[in-house]
């Protein structure tokens, strides 16, 4: 058995195992795996290994490590974003004051005008 582990949000292993010891008592049989079961059984694996995921739940390795590369397939590991507008105020103890507005390296800025 997996170890459980306590993170906020995330089923334990053995809180996934009931879930599909539950559906497979009550499912006809040949019915899918519903999409729900399916998004417990990912994040369970994604937490401990696919391995040891498919071996507790009883399902096919494979199938369960096809359906974690196409979820992660669907994630974008960069996402670029354009330069970012804002408008800083700044003064210095000495009362001398500054505001800019645009696209600009903020802790640049600071360090040059507080220099």
């Known amino acids: 058995m997996l170890p459980a582990k306590k993170e906020k949000g995330v089923p ?23 999409a729900a079961l399916w998004d417990a059984a990912i994040a369970l694996a994604g937490r401990h290994s696919a391995y040891k995921t498919a071996r507790l739940l009883r399902l096919n390795y494979n199938a369960l490590k096809a359906r974690m590369e196409a979820r992660a397939e669907g994630v974008p590991s960069f996402i670029e974003i354009g330069a970012l507008s804002a408008t800083v105020e700044m003064t210095k103890p000495t009362g001398e004051e500054m505001r800019i507005a645009g696209a600009f390296n903020v802790a640049e800025l600071v360090r040059i005008f507080l220099g």
Request: proline share 17%; hydrophobic share 25%; charged share 40%.
């Open 12 to 34: 334990t292993p053995e809180a996934v195992q009931d879930l599909f010891e539950t559906w497979r008592k009550e499912r006809n049989p040949r019915d899918p795996i519903p």
